[in-house]
C-alpha cells in the first residue's frame, strides 16, 4: 500500500458468512480501525427498539451513518463490518461482499443457536443475493467486489480484499449462483416447510 491515503473498507453480509473475524484480520494487517457496526449501534445507544419475531436490533440507520462519519474523520483507514456496512459508508468506500453456501450458511446458524425463524430470513437473504443486491443500489456495481468464502480461510479472504485495493485483482460480481446448484432444491424445500408452519 502506499503511504497513508484515506482508505475506507466495508465488509458486508449475511450473518455467518466470516465478516467479524475477516474485519479483525484485515484492520490488524492494515493498521486500521475496526468498526462493528453492531457494537457500535448497542454501544452509543443507536438502537431503535428490539424486533422480537426477528430477533434482532433495529439501529437508526441515519444516526449509525453520523457516527461512521464522525469516526473517519479522525481515522485514515478504517474496516467498517455490517451486514447493512454498505448503507453507511461514503461514496469512496471499497465494498466487499462475502457470500456463503446458503445450506452451510443454515448450518453454522443452527450451530449459532439462532431460531428457526432467524436461521430461515438469513438463508433466504443468502440465497437470493440479498446483500450484494442492496450494496450494488446503493454504490453500483464497479464499486463491488463479491468474495464466496464457502471453502476458504480468513487469511485466503483478506489476501482476496487486499489484492483487489492494491489493483493486483480486478473487481467481479455474480461469482455465486446458489439457485443453480444441486443443493438448491433441498434448501427450498425446508424453506417452504418453515414457511407454512
Known sequence: MEGRRRLIIAITGSPGVGKTTIARLLA???????????????????????????????????????????????????????????????????????RREPWRLREELEHRGYGEGKVKENVEAELLDICLSEAVESHGAERIHEIDTTDKTAEEVVEEILEVVEGRRPRRIGVVDWLGRPEAKNLLEWLRDVSHR
Do not use: M, N, Q
Open 28 to 98: 490488524e494487517r492494515l493498521k486500521a480501525l475496526h468498526i462493528d457496526l453492531s457494537k457500535l449501534a448497542i454501544e452509543r445507544g443507536l438502537v431503535e427498539e428490539w424486533d422480537e419475531r426477528r430477533e434482532t436490533a433495529v439501529v437508526d440507520i441515519k444516526s449509525v451513518r453520523r457516527e461512521v462519519e464522525r469516526l473517519l474523520k479522525s481515522h485514515d483507514r478504517v474496516v467498517v463490518e455490517g451486514h447493512y456496512a454498505h448503507d453507511v459508508v461514503p461514496g469512496d468506500a471499497w465494498i466487499f461482499v462475502l
